[in-house]
């Protein structure tokens, strides 16, 4: 067959008439049945072929012309691989490294709600510490504005009496 009839022949294909002659065969033919007129289409081509009636220079140019521009467009294709390559190994390793980074990120993200949370314990531990502290600082300013004690600052600042007080205080334990 000639690559004019071929031309031809495809030419003159509908996607339209082969969808509704696909859905013809599909409603009336099994696959089976379908399968077998498959075969027996090829089966009557094959025994049709006369391989005397083949232009053989015809066919090894044709053969030579396909086996070029397959390997132009391997070699092509090649090329393209090979210049990808290191882009390819760069995204790998960019990959890896976006990969850590977002393992680090969780993690640091991990001990900042740790230490947050540690921050917020130690706060109220502070927010006590002064509450107490304030409570103690009154009872001291009470103690000190009490008469007891004022009598005692008193007692202490006389020289006649500080003597003999501060021997008592120490005989007693106390200073």
């Known amino acids: 067959m000639a690559a004019e009839t071929i031309v031809s022949q495809l030419s003159g294909y509908s996607a339209t008439d082969a969808a509704t002659v696909s859905t013809w065969i599909r409603e009336r033919v099994g696959v089976g049945d379908a399968v077998q007129a498959m075969v027996a289409i090829y089966a009557e081509a094959i025994e049709e072929f006369d391989p005397d009636a083949v232009d053989r220079l015809h066919a090894a140019r044709a053969t030579g012309r396909f086996l070029a521009e397959a390997t132009v467009e391997f070699h092509d294709i090649l090329h393209r691989y090979y210049a990808l390559r290191p882009r390819a190994r760069a995204d790998a390793e960019g990959l890896k490294l976006q990969r850590r980074a977002e393992g680090e990120r969780n993690d640091l993200r991990e001990e900042l709600r740790e230490a947050r949370a540690e921050l917020a314990t130690e706060r109220r531990t502070v927010r006590q510490l002064r509450q107490r502290?304030?409570?103690?600082?009154?009872?001291?300013?009470?103690?000190?504005?009490?008469?007891?004690?004022?009598?005692?600052?008193?007692?202490?600042?006389?020289?006649a009496v500080a003597k003999p007080y501060r021997a008592l205080l120490s005989a007693l334990g106390r200073r």
């Open 133 to 159: 502290t304030t409570a103690q600082q009154e009872r001291l300013d009470e103690l000190l504005g009490s008469r007891l004690i004022r009598a005692q600052g008193r007692i202490r600042a006389t020289p």
